[in-house]
C-alpha cells in the first residue's frame, strides 16, 4: 500500500534555529513529491522535487529530495514566528490518469520568540 | 485573482439534513478534487474529477456525492448528513497537462453536524 510517513509530528523552536522536516514514502513508480505548508487555512505549495540530488531553494526554505532513500528533507534556516505552521509532504505515483497525492499527517512547526 | 474560491466558509447543519459546498476555479484546471481533513487523520481524498462531466470516487466517498457540469465548479453534497462528517473540506485543483502540478486549494468550508 501507498505510504507517507513525515517526522517528527511536532516541533517547537526558537527564533533563529534551523529545523529539518522528514518525509519518506513508499508509492508504485515515483512521479513527484511536494512540501506544502498550512497555516489557518488552505494549504500553499512549497516545492516539487521530481529528481535526486537537486535542491529547491526559496528564501530561508530548501528542500531536497534522495530517491535511493525514498525520502526528502525540508529546510528553514532562521526560523521566524511566522514559519509556524503545518508542514505537509505528499507523492504522486503512477496511479493512471487521476494525478492523485498520497499526504502524510504533517508536521506541526511552532516557532517561538 | 481568486484561484480556488469554497463557499460556505462556515456551515452548522443538523443530522439528517442535505447541503451542498460549491467549489470554483479560475484558472481553467482540468483536475479538481474534494479532501476532508480530520485531526490525527491528514487530507482524506473524497471525490475527484479529471474534467468536466467526470467524477470518481476517492478513499472515502460514503456518504457523499458530487458533480462537474461545468470545467469550473465541482459541487460535494451530503444528502442526510452524520455527526462524523463534522470536518474542514478543501477543494483543489490543478492543471490537467503533463505528470507534474501542484494541487492549488480553496481556503476550506468548516463543516459542524449536531
Known amino acids: 500500500e501507498d505510504k507517507v510517513v513525515q517526522s517528527p509530528l511536532s516541533l517547537v523552536v526558537h527564533e533563529g534555529d534551523t529545523v529539518t522536516l522528514n518525509c519518506s514514502y513508499e508509492?508504485?513508480?515515483?512521479?513527484?513529491l511536494l512540501w506544502y505548508k498550512q497555516e489557518k487555512k488552505a494549504p500553499t505549495f512549497l516545492f516539487m522535487l521530481?529528481?535526486s540530488g537537486i535542491e529547491k531553494k526559496s528564501g530561508r526554505l530548501s528542500s531536497i529530495l534522495d530517491k535511493k532513500e525514498l525520502s526528502s528533507i525540508l529546510n528553514i534556516t532562521a526560523t521566524q514566528t511566522g514559519d509556524s505552521a503545518i508542514y505537509l509532504c505528499?507523492?504522486?505515483?503512477?496511479?493512471?490518469?487521476?494525478?492523485?497525492?498520497?499526504w502524510g499527517l504533517g508536521t506541526s512547526l511552532a516557532v517561538n520568540p | 485573482n481568486a484561484g480556488v474560491t469554497q463557499t460556505p466558509k462556515f456551515r452548522v447543519l443538523k443530522t439528517g439534513q442535505s447541503m451542498t459546498l460549491l467549489c470554483a476555479q479560475d484558472m481553467n484546471h482540468e483536475y479538481m478534487y474534494w479532501y476532508r481533513q480530520d485531526p490525527g487523520m491528514g487530507l482524506r481524498l473524497i471525490h475527484y474529477s479529471v474534467g468536466e462531466g467526470t467524477t470518481a470516487k476517492g478513499e472515502v466517498p460514503d456518504g457523499y456525492n458530487v458533480s462537474r457540469l461545468k470545467k469550473q465548479n465541482f459541487l460535494l453534497g451530503l444528502e442526510s448528513a452524520a455527526p462524523s462528517q463534522t470536518s474542514v473540506y478543501f477543494c483543489a485543483s490543478r492543471w490537467g497537462q503533463g505528470p507534474n502540478q501542484p494541487q492549488h486549494f480553496g481556503d476550506g468550508t468548516r463543516l459542524s453536524i449536531l
Open positions: 521530481t529528481s
Open positions: 505528499a507523492v504522486t505515483g503512477d496511479a493512471g490518469n487521476n494525478r492523485k497525492l498520497i
Open positions: 508509492v508504485t513508480n515515483f512521479r513527484s
